[in-house]
Nanobody, 115 residues
Framework: QVQLVESGGGLVQPGGSLRLSCAAS????????MAWYRQLPGKQRELVAR??????TNYADSVKGRFTISRTAVNTALLQMNGLKPEDTAVYYC??????????WGQGTQVTVSS
């Protein structure tokens, strides 16, 4: 079992930056990939960025060049968000997948981009 806790959300003006952090606990050495998803009210959760244990990354087209995902440790994933836009406003969720394909989710953190 893996537990995920996000932090770092908040209110920021357009063009500003935020950094989200996700800390995993429990069976952390079973974690393979980690990712960030986001969800707007009434919409499906969508992938923002994903990083493998080896450091390979992929991003949603809408955030390429603005967001950067990284892993500072086997159990910690960061999402640096620069050049934030109002359309980035959403609840952001940390995701982890273990070596047998089980998925884990954090509780979510609100990001609001508004002037």
């Amino acid at each position: 079992q893996v537990q995920l806790v996000e932090s770092g959300g908040g209110l920021v003006q357009p063009g500003g930056s935020l950094r989200l952090s996700c800390a995993a606990s429990g069976s952390i050495f079973s974690i393979r990939d980690m990712a960030w998803y986001r969800q707007l009210p009434g919409k499906q959760r969508e992938l923002v960025a994903r990083i493998s244990r080896g450091g390979s990354t992929n991003y949603a087209d809408s955030v390429k060049g603005r967001f950067t995902i990284s892993r500072t440790a086997v159990n910690t994933a960061l999402l640096q968000m620069n050049g934030l836009k109002p359309e980035d406003t959403a609840v952001y969720y940390c995701y982890a997948e273990d070596r047998i394909g089980l998925a884990y989710w954090g509780q979510g953190t609100q990001v609001t981009v508004s002037s």
